[in-house]
């Protein structure tokens, strides 16, 4: 049974740090993209970081950079997400996602809460 569990949400204050865990199980994720992903309360859902299956490259959207750091550890088929400096902004339901373009599949988490807020 594929399935990949989020943890680690919560509340935080303002500029405090939390560190999201992806586990996988399975399948496994070496050959494929890992995403997360959040969504805000009547926002679209919006792609926060992305990591690489070939080099572990990064990107990351432009409202998180410098604070966000996606990671992946194969051997434990597992991806992070560790958020420092949040900000209420940075509410939202995130959700983690494996990507593979060929042969195509996608697989979603069903998310992790997080908010900011003092």
């Known amino acids: 049974q594929v399935q990949l569990v989020e943890s680690g949400g919560g509340l935080v204050q303002p500029g405090g740090s939390l560190r999201l865990t992806c586990a996988a199980s399975g399948f496994t994720i070496s050959t494929y993209h890992m995403n997360w992903y959040r969504q805000a309360p009547g926002k679209e859902r919006e792609v926060v970081a992305t990591?690489?299956?070939?080099?572990?490259?990064?990107k990351y959207a432009d409202s998180v950079k410098g604070r966000f750091t996606i990671s992946r550890d194969n051997a434990k088929n597992t991806v992070y997400l560790q958020m420092n400096s949040l900000k209420p902004e940075d509410t939202a339901v995130y959700r983690c996602?494996?990507?593979?373009?060929?042969?195509?599949?996608?697989?979603w988490g069903q998310g992790t809460q997080v908010t900011v807020s003092s």
């Open positions: 990591i690489s299956s070939t080099d572990s490259s990064t």
């Open positions: 996602n494996a990507f593979r373009g060929w042969p195509t599949s996608s697989y």
